[in-house]
Nanobody
Framework: QVQLVESGGGLVQAGGSLRLSCATS????????MGWFRRPPGKARDFVAAISWNGAITYYADFVKGRFAISRDNAKNTVYLQMNSLKPEDTAVYYC????????????????????WGQGTQVTVSS
């Protein structure tokens, strides 16, 4: 059974930091790009960041550039999202996803380009 399990969410004050983790199991995702998306309260799910299959290339949404960093440890089958300088508008459920394309390093920012999804982890930033 394929699983993507996010962790590390929680309540933090504005300006604080959190590190999200996404542990994968059930199959190997080391050959596909991984991404993070988020769904703010009452809004649609948005692309946040993506990382190529080998970790060499990263992509970010404009609203997190310079504040968030995506990384992966293929030996641990885990993807991370380091979030710094958090703002109240970063409040959302954050989802990890695995793309459906093998050994490709282009930017995958659409939900349809991802095949597997986690259940999400809540991040709440207080002002």
């Amino acid at each position: 059974q394929v699983q993507l399990v996010e962790s590390g969410g929680g309540l933090v004050q504005a300006g604080g930091s959190l590190r999200l983790s996404c542990a994968t199991s059930g199959r190997t995702f080391t050959s596909v790009a991984m991404g993070w998306f988020r769904r703010p309260p009452g809004k649609a799910r948005d692309f946040v960041a993506a990382i190529s299959w080998n970790g060499a290339i990263t992509y970010y949404a404009d609203f997190v550039k310079g504040r968030f960093a995506i990384s992966r440890d293929n030996a641990k089958n885990t993807v991370y999202l380091q979030m710094n300088s958090l703002k109240p508008e970063d409040t959302a459920v954050y989802y990890c996803a695995a793309s459906r394309f093998l050994y490709n390093s282009r930017r995958y920012s659409s939900e349809g380009e991802y095949e597997y999804w986690g259940q999400g982890t809540q991040v709440t930033v207080s002002s």
